[in-house]
């Protein structure tokens, strides 16, 4: 095993809950989940679309959505290019909201403070 690796395996990283009220019930707000964007992911979402960091689009979001949203128990919750066309239907303000909150740390230095 590399130290990488190794570094890697030391920590424990918990899935972030995203909230989305536009998909929610009498119950509340829909929830979703969200295991840390890692630099594989912005190398493929950079792949895909380029500039990506700097000049974020609504596909790079919805494809972000889609590439990282999972359930409470860690699977994924959209898989195939159906459930990206539709997710590309959405208000641009949800999708902008959950992309936002998948990308936002979990908390900041001053937060702690």
Not at 10 to 28: C, H, I, K
Not at 74 to 81: D, L, V, W, Y
Not at 88 to 107: C, K, L, P, R
Request: glycine share 6%; hydrophobic share 40%.
């Amino acid at each position: 095993m590399g130290l990488a690796k190794e570094l890697r395996g030391r920590r424990t990283v918990e899935a972030r809950e995203v909230l989305v009220p536009a998909w929610g019930d009498e119950s509340g707000a829909f929830k979703l989940y969200c295991r840390p964007i890692t630099c594989y992911d912005l190398d493929v979402l950079q792949k895909k679309h380029p500039n990506f960091l700097n000049n974020t689009t609504i596909g790079a979001m919805v494809d972000l959505i889609v590439m990282k949203a999972v359930d409470e128990s860690g699977s994924k919750i959209f898989s195939s290019s159906e459930d990206r066309m539709d997710l590309m239907g959405e208000e641009t303000n949800v999708i902008s909201d959950i992309a936002n909150q998948m990308f936002s740390e979990i908390e900041s230095v001053e937060a702690l403070e």
